[in-house]
């Protein structure tokens, strides 16, 4: 049991110790849901007959033509994201809770009981107050968040599926290395048609189930991350 507990905490470290010395590998395309929609091209539904002319015509439709539509429309097609989020949002909120209470409770005179009782109990208790309890409870909360956020980007990314009712699918990533960094971008989501400008441009905020991460890899994002064995006893620790 010691012997399997301690190969895996040394298989990360194993991992990690290869690459010692050099520069984190860009991630591969190949594979990527993007490289399986440039490369792979599906059969056409229906295709329409070409007129007699259309070849020759100077106002084909067709996105190579000069005043043909130039927008992303099709699974391998690419368009720009632009990311521009400035978010500033800042919440206070308290509460408080106070409740008193008492209660007694005795008895002067039942049949004579009490009297007899009072001369079987010490001196100074009386039946007359028999009981009496008092309550007292409170509570106060107060919260606050503020929050401050602003990124500002732009990645291509392609068309990776057209579903049945028109919207489109993406998929963008973007990989930067500086040194023995990396910084990645990643841009995933739904959007319609309708919404890419003519300059084939799409905004964030028209990104349907939009997943941005911007995050890096490489010795700076290493060194600001805790070691995996701290990272183990942080969550199975009870105290």
């Not at 091209?41 to 015509?57: F, I, K, Q, R, V």
């Amino acid at each position: 049991m010691r012997i399997l507990l301690l190969a895996l905490l040394l298989v990360p470290a194993c991992s990690k110790l290869s690459e010692v010395g050099k520069e984190p590998a860009f991630s591969p395309l190949e594979g990527s849901y993007q490289h399986h929609a440039m490369y792979s091209s599906l059969l056409p539904e229906y295709t329409e007959p070409d007129g007699p002319t259309e070849a020759s015509s100077l106002w084909s439709a067709n996105s190579s033509s000069l005043f043909g539509d130039r927008r992303a429309g099709k699974r391998g097609d690419i368009l720009t994201v632009v990311i521009e989020i400035d978010d500033k949002a800042e919440i206070s909120n308290s509460s408080g809770r106070s409740r008193t209470g008492s209660q007694s409770m005795g008895i002067p005179s039942l049949f004579g009981i009490p009297q007899r009782l009072n001369e079987a109990l010490p001196d100074g208790a009386s039946m007359a107050d028999a009981v009496s309890t008092t309550s007292d409870s409170q509570f106060s909360g107060q919260g606050s968040v503020q929050r401050n956020e602003e990124l500002t980007l732009r990645v291509a990314a392609t068309v990776v599926e057209s579903l049945p009712n028109g919207v489109l699918r993406i998929e963008g990533q973007q990989e930067v290395r500086v040194n023995f960094e990396i910084r990645e971008l990643i841009v995933t989501g739904y959007v319609r048609p309708a919404d890419i400008s003519r300059q084939n441009e799409i905004t964030y905020d028209r990104i349907a189930g939009a997943r941005i991460a911007y995050g890096g890899r490489g010795q700076i994002s290493d060194v600001q991350q805790p070691r995996y064995g701290q990272q183990i006893t942080d969550t199975i620790l009870p105290f």
